[in-house]
């Protein structure tokens, strides 16, 4: 009688050891799983009062400035966000002393799929002396284009204006452009106009 006390008892002690380690287990990877996606929720670069230069073959092809850059990298899609705004000027190999400028109180850029957005009171200046204003504007570098759904201002170097009221898409050198629904008072030949349907 006593041996089989002995053996359950051993058992028993057994078991509940075995319960413990399988609950703390459980509860680590419960913990794991519940902070891995929040851990990653963080700039993992900072960077104050940015200054940034960026070359093509030895060409500076682009400045930017802005108050804060914020680089997340540990997530699915990695961005630079400037959340303070931004300030951006850039060159053309043809004009190089005459950077066209862009403006924005935000802008988030998606470097490995390169795209950019850029939004609140975003201005446009191109080196030809066109100025854009609207309040966002999207870039897809690997189509080189850019495009707006937003209501854009243009005022051309003549001082002629235009409104599009529901939107544009261009080539990202505004070589071309498109603008929908729009009035003003100017015509050019490198416009091309087209009219939403109703």
């Keep these: 009688m006593n ?7 051993k058992n028993i002690a057994c078991l509940f050891s075995c319960a413990i380690f ?14 891995g996606s929040k851990s990653k929720n963080f700039p993992s670069q900072i960077i104050n009062n940015a200054n940034i230069i960026q070359r ?3 060409f ?18 990695p ?11 850039f060159f053309d190999k043809k004009k190089p002393k005459v950077p066209g400028k862009i ?3 935000y802008a988030r850029i998606f470097e490995y799929k390169k795209f950019y957005e850029a939004k609140g009171d975003v201005r446009i200046t191109t080196n030809e002396g066109q100025r854009f204003a ?12 850019i495009y707006t759904k937003d209501t854009v201002y243009v005022t051309m170097e003549d001082g ?11 080539k990202d050198d505004f070589s071309e452009y498109t603008f929908f629904n729009n009035s003003g008072d100017f015509s050019t030949k490198r416009l091309e106009e087209k009219k939403t349907p109703q």
């Design 56 to 58: 093509d073959s030895g």
């Design 103 to 105: 403006t924005a109180k």
């Design 22 to 35: 399988f609950i703390l287990t459980s509860c680590e990877e419960d913990l794991t799983k519940a902070n």
């Design 3 to 9: 041996f089989l006390n002995k053996i359950s008892y």
């Design 60 to 77: 500076i092809s682009l400045k930017a400035k802005a108050p804060i850059i914020e680089k997340y990298e540990l997530i699915d899609s």
């Design 79 to 89: 961005y630079i966000v400037a959340k303070k705004g931004i300030n951006i000027e």
């Design 160 to 170: 002629s204006t235009l409104v599009g009221a529901n939107g544009m898409t261009a």
């Design 134 to 145: 609207m309040q966002s504007i999207y870039w897809d570098q690997r189509k080189n284009r």
